[in-house]
């Protein structure tokens, strides 16, 4: 005899990850990763269910990963990261001390940090947008997407501003501007963008009025995109 129809039908396990994952506001990049961190190590162990499984098999995988696939420390880390989210997070069950396991050795190097003349070099051979974009990057702590998503609204040259929405951790935060040339480079690659036609409607009226307040395009608050994928594409 079926049983009634209106029973909800059993979550998948990997449906249940996504649906934590959302709720937590991880960012889309972390949960793909996750999601694949947490199939391979269900397929390692032969499609078991990972509640079947305690810590040992967890060990197991994470010595896999850096004797025979040989992955990066920082690899490791993040493998280990999504199936302790798995254990904790969605099945509620703790994990106990994992103890010794084989760990990816982290190299050890020296950072490689560009002096103030030879990034001055590095922006000298930029023009336009990927000019305006690597001086942001630079000057305002910018990481690439939060660059790239930037609206015009979000730029306050009065309070020499830059509002950053939905950054790491899905929050907002306020950074400084890119030095006192930041307002030139800008009205620069508006001028460049205007003539070449490839900027938006944002930039022509931001060339044509001159307008202190980079947020308001005659009047009204200009929700565009700073930087479009046509802005940035070389000439």
Known sequence: MNGDPLDPKPQRLLDR???????????????????????????????????DLG??????????????????ASTQNQALAAILFLYVRVLGIPVEALGDFARAKRPERLPAVLTHRE????????AGAPLLMASLLYGAGLRLLECARLRVKDL?????????????GDK?????RAGSSFRTRWRGSCRVLAVSGRGSGCFRRLERTGIRRAGRCGGTICTRAC???RSTRPA
């Open 172 to 176: 907002d935060r306020m950074t400084t």
């Open 227 to 229: 930087f479009s994928a």
């Open 17 to 51: 990850v996504r649906e934590t994952m959302r709720v937590r506001h991880l960012s889309p990049r972390t949960e793909e990763a996750y999601l694949g961190w947490i199939r391979r190590f269900i397929r390692h162990h032969g499609l078991r269910h990972p509640r």
């Open 119 to 126: 990034v001055a070099a590095v922006l000298d051979c930029m």
């Open 55 to 72: 810590p040992d098999a967890i060990v197991r995988f994470l010595g896999h990963l850096a004797t025979e696939q040989h992955v990066a």
């Open 156 to 168: 306050d040259f009065d309070r020499q501003e830059i509002l950053v929405r939905e950054g790491k």
